[in-house]
């Protein structure tokens, strides 16, 4: 064997194999992310007796979850909160709020997420930015005895924590996608303030808005909430514009929605439309932007080179999220070349071929990754399809935690219960509307329970999350 880089070298060969753990189950699981699939993870772990740590990035427990606190969600509380979570909370003698009601990402946290992370203690980590991970003495080449290595956990503080196995639902809320087409930045993107999805425009926001001429760029329901949010400002001019050529998507099914508040929405965003309240601008693909005296310039050129401009004052880019996988770089990852997700799940949450109510139950198997111990789980498993919904993670975190108590039975039982009737029949929707306001989700149905629309048109490919 030589050293050089001319000569023969030696390399390390070894198949792998199902399941394969790091040897020392004295150290904890860590969870990243203390939203509600990380805090149901850690549920799940309890139940199993298995030690764990999770790490909040944020100052508090939900952070994402907390920057659209004034968003009412489309699903009422019996579809948001997991099993092993609500065992838990009972068992302390906490009462759930009402089921049928539809809570604000503010409700979610105060009366459901809040007090679940209490029961964890010390546990619970906030501030713990993960900034790496890695094994042990390993770095992603060396493959003999890599398996039995424990995970290495890098903050952002320098601190390094070990762990068994790693369970990663830190999300995709803090890395949107670009404002520009073709999957790029537009021109001069940087150079100008743009203000991604769901700004309280209605409270904290209201003076940045009002009166401003805004525009929203998407097509999903992140974009649809803005919009009528702006519409209730007097003398705030509005301007819509979307990739496709018409807008039907993002209208959904009306009236025959089968989830009522959805469908309001939908709605009403046809109405403003259709009266000039909102400017609708089709066939955009935002291609430069660039500051002038009269306001912000921005420019679409389409696939055949034609341009439209509009001039504003906001930009709000309302155009989903991508995982960033930039912390696991070390760790071997099979990576589906489109989605982002696992190879074995895409096929299943390809948003060509499904909405959000099509995508059949996965769970350990279909997210597991050569680096054994490691998961993507909630939306960041999905990578960029905007199909994924609460309740897929809550059945995803239960079938990979009873795969690393031991229990592959339990793992691979996977069973994923959609509300298709349940959430339609809401007796409370419409009620609850006209005393609060309209219920409104996020794009990718980060913290809704979408459900397949009746039979409506669709323009263009895509989920029912947006």
């Known amino acids: 064997m030589s050293d050089s880089c001319c000569g023969t070298t030696a390399i390390e060969i070894e198949q792998f194999t199902t399941p394969r753990h790091s040897s020392d189950q004295r150290l904890p699981v860590v969870v990243i992310g203390a939203g509600p699939v990380g805090l149901a993870a850690a549920a799940h772990l309890t139940e199993r007796g298995i030690d764990f740590l999770i790490l909040e990035a944020g100052d508090r427990v939900a952070t994402s979850v907390a920057q659209w606190g004034h968003v009412r969600v489309f699903s009422p509380w019996k579809y948001n909160i997991d099993a092993a979570a609500r065992r838990l909370l009972e068992a302390d ?62 903050l952002k503080g320098g601190e390094e924590l070990r762990a068994r196995a790693v369970i990663d639902a830190s999300g995709t809320y803090t890395s949107p996608n670009v404002l520009g087409a073709s999957g790029l930045p537009a021109h001069g993107e940087s150079e100008v303030f743009v203000d991604h999805a769901l700004p309280d425009v209605l409270g904290a926001d209201r003076d940045r808005y009002q009166g401003k001429h805004t525009l929203v760029v998407g097509a999903g329901h992140s974009a649809a909430t803005t919009l009528l949010a702006l519409a209730e400002l007097e003398d ?38 259709a009266s000039g309240r909102i400017t609708l601008l089709t066939g955009f693909f935002t291609h430069r932007v660039r500051e002038t005296e009269a306001g912000l310039e ?6 055949s080179g034609a341009e439209q401009s509009v001039t504003v004052d906001k930009i709000v880019s309302a155009t989903g999220y991508r995982p960033n996988h930039s912390i696991a770089s070390e760790l071997r990852l099979d990576l589906d070349p489109i989605l982002g997700s696992t190879r074995q799940l895409a096929p299943l949450i390809d948003p060509n071929q499904h909405s959000c109510g099509t995508v059949p139950p996965h769970g350990v198997d ?70 609060v306001g309209l219920a409104t989700g996020i794009s990718g149905g980060l913290l809704a329970t979408p459900l397949p629309l009746a039979t409506v048109g669709v323009s263009e490919g895509g989920g029912c999350c947006g």
Not at 112 to 139: T, W
Request: glycine residues 12%; proline residues 7%.
């Open 366 to 435: 279909e997210l597991a990754h050569p680096e054994a111990g490691y998961y993507a789980v909630g939306v960041k498993s999905y990578g960029r399809a905007p199909t994924f919904l609460m309740a897929t993670g809550y059945e995803q975190v239960r079938s990979v935690v009873a795969a690393l108590a031991g229990d592959w039975e339990a793992a691979r039982d996977v069973q994923l219960d959609l509300p298709e009737t349940g959430v339609c029949s809401s007796s409370l929707a419409e009620a609850q509307e006209q005393r």
């Open 298 to 303: 921005v420019v679409s050129r389409d696939p």
């Open 93 to 154: 003698g906490w009462s759930g709020p009402d089921g049928d009601w539809l809570p604000t990402g503010a409700e979610l946290i105060d009366d459901y997420l809040a007090p679940l992370a209490k029961l964890f203690g010390e546990r619970v980590r906030p501030s713990a930015h993960v900034s790496a991970i890695s094994r042990l003495g390993y770095d992603r080449v060396r493959t003999l005895g890599r398996d039995g290595a424990p995970f290495l956990i890098r």
């Open 236 to 273: 705030t001019p509005i301007t819509w514009a979307i990739r496709s050529g018409n807008p039907s998507r993002t209208y959904g099914g009306g009236e025959a929605d089968a989830l009522p508040a959805r469908g309001a929405l939908g709605t009403r965003l046809r109405a403003h439309v």
